[in-house]
């Protein structure tokens, strides 16, 4: 999506850009050819193609990302709980690298999942949600929840065709995590501080210092707390949910799509330069 | 980790443009990487070998360019650089920062050898 509009041009590598053609001749005479191209171009074209996808079907995907462990099927759980009578119908798509566990826990609450196993591949790429779109029915649905992988590494890199990330950091992780791991906490659109029933007896996490982490990647996505669990804070989760649910399809009703906030915020600058 | 998958990305693109110009062999690659891509320019050098074995660019040498994070006050307008968990304005001190450059992963240019040397450099002349 970035190769006619010109937003691979950062300020970066302008210069090297505009220093020789789109095709110039090296020194020994070969051949070189300006391509400018995302190196994931193949993955993204994909993406692209499973955003359409979603859509055509005004379903929300969004991209769940954390650790191992942070509680990303609890969650899910919950959610489909505190959905329970309401008018939300949703699917969840399913990222482990083996078993069918997660997806099972899901359809035992009579919910639709789709599990993908990546086998050794640490992170969703927009290919395996293609495939798993194959066989997930989107009629009728308002949101897709796409599990990725545990890992706050990989799969920020990668696009899935999905609207929003949604990042877990358990409170048991530490606070200092999206100093760590900024390429993915800077991504989040939303973050949940999950778990946080334990806070009482853990005296080294401090709210505070998680946010100002997250603000020092200049990200003003929402902190919530919630505890999956022992079902607090779920309320403020699902009004979000609802909010950018009715926000999404305002969007495509005037005929534009949601993208991830990194791409959109990169887009804008790009244009505006 | 994930530099793998990348490296087997690249190589697709790499043969695409290769076959559109007729290239015999990819000589070099080069691609920009900014730290806040999540890619690790080492890893990608491990991974290369493997994805480009038995592919035209089997020769090529990968060059990795990196390039500095760069982000704009969104409130007082001052640009300057920073590291990569502290996006802040170096003036006013202020996380509301837009980036300007930093999260690049491009494949910003390819050398070919190309079958008709002279006939290409007639061409450019034209």
């Given amino acids: 999506m970035c190769d006619t509009c010109g937003c691979n041009v950062t300020e970066a590598n302008r210069n ?70 309401s008018d939300l119908s949703i699917a969840v798509i399913e990222g482990d690298l083996e078993t069918e566990n997660d997806a099972q826990r899901i359809r035992d609450k009579n919910i639709p999942a789709i599990q993908i196993t990546t086998g050794s591949a640490c992170h969703l790429d927009a290919y395996m949600v293609h495939d798993a779109l194959h066989e997930l029915a989107l009629d009728g649905l308002d949101i897709v929840f796409i599990e990725n992988v545990g890992n706050l590494v990989c799969p920020a890199s990668f696009d899935l065709g999905h609207h929003l990330n ?27 501080l999950t778990k946080a029933d334990l806070l009482s007896v853990l005296d080294d996490f401090s709210i505070s210092e998680a946010e100002k982490n997250i603000r020092n990647l200049a990200n003003p996505a929402p902190v919530f707390q919630l505890s999956a669990r022992k079902n607090q804070g779920m309320e403020q989760w699902i009004d979000w949910l609802k909010q950018q649910l009715k926000h999404y399809r305002e969007h495509l009703s005037q005929g534009e799509t949601v993208l991830p906030d990194i791409q959109r915020e990169g887009q804008k600058l790009h244009a505006a330069g | 980790m994930h530099e793998l998958a990348i490296c087997q990305s690249i190589i697709e693109q790499v043969k695409n443009i290769a076959a559109e110009n007729n290239a015999q062999a990819v000589t070099k690659i080069i691609v920009q990487i900014g ?83 002279e006939k290409e450099e007639e061409k450019s002349h034209v």
Avoid at chain 1, 175 to 187: E, L, S, T
Avoid at chain 2, 87 to 102: D, E, I, K, M, V
Avoid at chain 2, 105 to 110: D, F, K
């Fill in chain 1, 16 to 85: 090297l850009i505009e220093a020789g053609g789109k095709h110039a001749k090296t020194d020994s005479g070969n051949e070189a050819i300006e391509v400018l191209h995302n190196l994931l171009h193949e993955n993204n074209h994909r993406a692209a193609h499973n955003r359409e996808h979603f859509d055509k079907h005004q379903v929300l995907a969004i991209n769940l990302m954390s650790s191992p462990g942070s509680g990303k099927t609890a969650l899910l759980e919950a959610t489909i709980d505190a959905l329970a009578g």
């Fill in chain 1, 166 to 192: 949604v990042t877990l950091l358990s409170v048991t992780e530490g606070d200092d995590k999206p100093a760590k791991y900024p390429v993915m906490f800077r991504a989040s659109n939303l973050n949940l």
């Fill in chain 2, 35 to 117: 730290p806040l891509s999540g890619v690790e320019a080492p890893l990608l050098q491990h991974a290369f070998p493997i994805a480009s074995a038995g592919t035209i660019a089997k020769n090529a040498q990968l060059e990795t360019q990196l390039l500095p994070i760069k982000v704009r006050c969104n409130l007082c307008g001052n640009e300057n650089e920073a590291v990569i968990n502290k996006l802040l304005c170096s003036a006013c001190g202020a996380w509301q920062t837009s980036l300007l450059s930093g999260d690049e992963m491009l494949l910003s240019s390819i050398e070919l050898e190309t079958e008709d040397l």
